[in-house]
């Protein structure tokens, strides 16, 4: 498996051109429906319920049909050439859509949005609405617009937006684990990676109004909160008046004092970013989760230095020593990159050691695809063959398989506290879980002691290669 499942940050390909409906007691009355789909990172599927609370507003509720949609939208992912490849088969699609229902609006959210501007509409004559991330408050102008019968742009990127008083609209949520979006953008230019370009400048959101959200949740009978933001560890927010800064470290502890029984996750941590601060945090708080997701790229200097990670192979290995030495039973999994421009065989290795270095619970894991406009694409030649890169993927993936099955492994005997998520997919007579370290843990219902959202101690009997099976005890 390429890109795993279950991971909290990056692509999950189960997910991927997800259908938002809104289900439960919505009882309002719309003039008009819409379709979402969403492709891409968390932060997107995040976006898209902020997308569907404007659209609500503006008299539009959600539909899982798009026959049925006045307006069909996606929220599109740049990363890789794959990801768009999908998003243009997916508008040829809705081409018979379109041609049975004249009157139906489609948009293009997200990144692609922002990276093709308004060139997506010459090349997709179907596309009526181009609308990049920092520009959803438009929307509702930019639909009146399109219904008049004009092509409708607005990708203009902002130093501010975070959408910090925005409702997010939880559609198809468990009830149980919620994202919240804590920062926008990144400034790190990374040299293979788009998201500068298409997500704009980093700007954190008010530490007000995010605690109030996690609240919120909380009293809604949510029980664990994941915080969100391309490189989380550099949140940074000033009071306007005091000018005080608000680091993340600041903030995951505002936010676990919320409630024990309110866990809190982040995602992602940038291994040059996170701070003995942050470690001591979650070392501190029960309910911070045990689990960092610290994406290494490669495991060689030379290599890390033209992917412009600004860490060593030396550095990113004592970062993970003292993970481990402040959090010893904390889950770490990574993002990995093969075949990188002008990568040697030797390099490669350089990845595959300190994969067993840092013994990864789970990976995402690629090979390099050039985008056009950022630094390598400028700066280097794409020169490893496709068959040299998919080889070292496969060796990659092989190794993580052979990681992730000796940590799960590794936890039989063991007991863990695992809040209820929901049923099992397999059976309705088991729940599932995770624990603190992002383990999916299986377990057979004992009667009716406990209920989705609940806390249950469970000692581990056996394992697959992702999830923990076991007996509450
Ligand atoms: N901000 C996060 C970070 O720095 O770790 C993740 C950003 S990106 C949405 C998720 C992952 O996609 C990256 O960590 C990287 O492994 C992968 N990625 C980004 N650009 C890529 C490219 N051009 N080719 C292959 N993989 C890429
Ligand atoms: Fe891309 Fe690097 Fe920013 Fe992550 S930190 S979004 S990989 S530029």
Redesign the pocket.
């Known amino acids: 498996m390429i890109e795993q499942l279950h991971d909290i940050?990056?692509?999950d390909e189960s997910r991927q051109g997800e259908a938002y409906s809104q289900d439960g007691n919505e009882s309002k009355e719309y003039s008009g429906k819409f379709y979402i789909e969403s492709y891409g990172?968390q932060m997107n599927f995040s976006d898209s319920e902020i997308v569907a609370s404007i659209l609500n507003k503006a008299g539009l509720g959600a539909t899982r049909n798009h026959e049925e949609a006045d307006l069909v939208l996606l929220n599109t992912c740049s990363?890789?050439e794959k990801a768009e490849q999908t998003i243009r088969k997916r508008l040829q699609d809705l081409r018979k859509s379109k041609a049975s229902n004249p009157g139906m609006l489609i948009g293009i959210l997200g990144c692609m949005a922002e990276r093709l501007k308004s060139k997506l509409l010459e090349e997709e004559k179907l596309v009526d609405l181009v609308v990049g991330p920092d520009a959803y408050r438009s929307l509702p102008a930019l639909i009146e617009t399109a219904n008049g019968g004009q092509k409708a742009v607005n990708v203009l990127l902002s130093r501010e937006e975070t959408y910090s008083d925005i409702s997010p609209v939880r559609l198809d949520s468990n009830g149980i684990t919620a994202f919240l979006s804590i920062m926008r953008g990144?400034n790190?230019m990374?040299s293979?990676?788009?998201?500068p370009f298409t997500r704009g400048r980093e700007r954190s959101r008010d530490p007000l109004s995010i605690e109030a959200e996690a609240r919120d949740l909380f009293d809604k009978g949510f029980r664990e909160v994941t915080l969100l933001g391309?490189?989380v560890d550099s949140y940074r927010w000033y009071h306007p008046e005091t000018s005080e800064a608000f680091s993340f470290a600041n903030l995951l502890e505002r936010v676990a004092l919320i409630h024990p029984d309110l866990r809190v996750r982040f995602s992602?941590s940038?291994p040059k970013d996170i701070t003995d601060d942050v470690l001591y945090t979650i070392a501190k708080y029960e309910n911070i989760c045990n689990y960092i997701h610290l994406?290494v790229?490669s495991g060689n200097t030379r290599i890390l230095q033209l992917m412009n990670r600004t860490y060593t192979r030396e550095w990113y290995m004592a970062k993970v020593d003292r993970i481990r030495e402040i959090i010893p039973d904390c889950g770490i999994s990574s993002?990995?990159?093969a075949g990188f421009c002008t990568e040697t065989e030797e390099e490669h290795a350089d990845t595959l050691s300190i994969m067993d270095y840092s013994k990864y619970d789970m990976s995402?894991m690629?090979?390099?695809?050039?985008?056009p406009g950022?630094l390598a694409a400028k700066r280097y030649q794409d020169d490893i063959p496709e068959g040299i890169k998919k080889r070292r993927l496969q060796e990659i993936v092989e190794k993580q398989n052979r990681l992730s099955k000796e940590s799960y492994q590794q936890d039989i005997g063991k007991t863990y506290r695992v809040l209820i998520e929901g049923d099992s997919k397999r059976s309705k007579d088991d729940w599932m879980g995770r624990n603190s370290q992002n383990k999916v843990v299986v377990f057979p219902k004992p009667g009716d002691r406990f209920k989705k959202g609940d806390y249950a101690m469970v000692e581990i009997s056996g394992a697959t290669q992702a999830t923990l099976i076991g007996k509450a005890v």
């Open positions: 940050s990056t692509h990172c990363i890789r990144c790190n990374c293979f990676c788009v998201v391309q490189n992602t940038h994406p790229q993002d990995i990159i995402y690629f090979f390099y695809s050039e985008r950022t």
